[in-house]
């Protein structure tokens, strides 16, 4: 082959090359706006807003945080898609504390409200009733969306509860252990007793959709309620927020949660050991990190492949 020949083979590899990288590139970012755009993305996108929210959380924040105005219309909050996650992106969310239902993987940071601009729900669980104190006798409503079993992302799993499960919920001071005592999927949207006061009682109400069965409680049509009883409080030392998995570090890494599921006994202060942890699906241990490392990685390998297919052998 003479030397033209040569430069001439090697001018077309660089444009096959150029060609290959752009084509790359571009489905990459396609593929990356897609996923984005989609129910699953959109779940992890909320999951990732709910972890770098908890990691700014102290207890000097989370007391600062409960005297910042916010807003209890829940008729001015949106269904979660990519335009809302991206506008609320612009406000801060900032925690008053941390709940979690370790048994069956549920960890969230706790929002005074819906935010000044109702940006809340984009990143974790929300009290939705005004004037109520963690650990009183009154009725401590929290509220979030239903994700669609994807990451898992705010209440998505809450649906997997038994009676007798324990919900955790701290201010940053005290861990309050909540047992579930009601569990329902048909309440009404509009069935807004739920959320009263019961004369006498400590108790927690979490509500969610009943979206996770669509052919049987419709789209939105029905809420999951999960009501519990205060059975007792312990300090919030570092100790316990771990055990009970309160802490702001990779929920999916905690390994206490894949061996037992734990609550407080009331009596001694102490945590003991409960049911063994609900068999929530498998590809909700898979984090973001995760999906993005093998992404690029499978990509980049496509890619090598590709530019030593055009440039091996030169001749």
Same mark, same amino acid.
């Given at each position: ?11 077309? !590899? ?14 990459? *970012? ?6 984005? $755009? ?11 807003? @709910?972890?770098? @929210?908890?990691? &700014? ?8 945080? &409960? ?25 801060? @969310? ?14 969230? +940071? ?14 974790? *669980? *929300?009290?939705?009733?005004?004037? &109520?104190?963690? $650990?009183? !006798?009154? %009725? ?10 994807? $990451? ?23 861990? =309050? ?11 009404? +949207?509009?069935?807004?007793? *739920? ?17 996770? %069965?669509? +052919?049987?409680?419709? =789209? ?14 312990? +300090? ?20 206490? &949660? ?8 009331? @009596? ?20 973001? !990190?995760?999906?993005?490392?093998? =992404?690029? $990685? ?18």
């Amino acid at each position: 082959m003479s030397e033209g020949q040569i430069m001439s083979l090697k001018t077309y !590899k660089l444009y096959r090359t150029i060609k290959t990288l752009v084509f790359g590139i571009m489905l990459y *970012v396609g593929i990356t706006l897609m996923f984005l $755009g989609s129910g699953i993305g959109q779940s992890y996108i909320v999951r990732e807003n @709910a972890q770098q @929210a908890s990691k &700014r959380l102290t207890i000097k924040s989370a007391d600062k945080n &409960r005297r910042e105005v916010t807003s209890y219309d829940a008729s001015k909050t949106k269904s979660i898609n990519i335009t809302e996650l991206w506008r609320a992106k612009k406000y801060p @969310a900032n925690p008053i504390g941390r709940m979690s239902i370790p048994v069956v993987n549920i960890h969230n +940071p706790l929002f005074q409200g819906f935010g000044s601009h109702n940006q809340n729900l984009s990143y974790g *669980v *929300v009290t939705a009733v005004n004037g &109520r104190t963690l $650990g009183a !006798k009154n %009725n401590y409503v929290l509220a979030g969306h239903y994700m669609g079993n994807y $990451g898992p992302a705010i209440l998505d799993n809450l649906h997997y509860m038994k009676t007798d499960d324990i919900i955790y919920v701290t201010d940053m001071h005290r861990i =309050y252990a909540y047992q579930a005592k009601v569990i329902s999927f048909t309440v009404n +949207p509009n069935q807004i007793e *739920v959320e009263n006061n019961q004369p006498g009682n400590s108790l927690i109400t979490l509500i969610t959709c009943s979206d996770f %069965n669509i +052919p049987k409680y419709g =789209y939105g049509k029905h809420r999951t309620v999960v009501q519990g009883q205060l059975i007792g409080s312990v +300090p919030a030392t570092k100790n316990n927020m771990v055990r009970c998995e309160l802490t702001d570090r990779d929920n999916q890494a905690n390994k206490i &949660r894949a061996n037992q599921a734990k609550t407080i006994d009331p @009596a001694t202060k102490k945590v003991v050991l409960v049911r063994k942890p609900a068999r929530t699906k498998l590809y909700q241990n898979i984090s973001f !990190k995760h999906i993005a490392a093998f =992404y690029t $990685g499978a990509f980049l390998l496509i890619m090598i492949a590709f530019l030593i297919k055009i440039w091996l052998p030169l001749n």
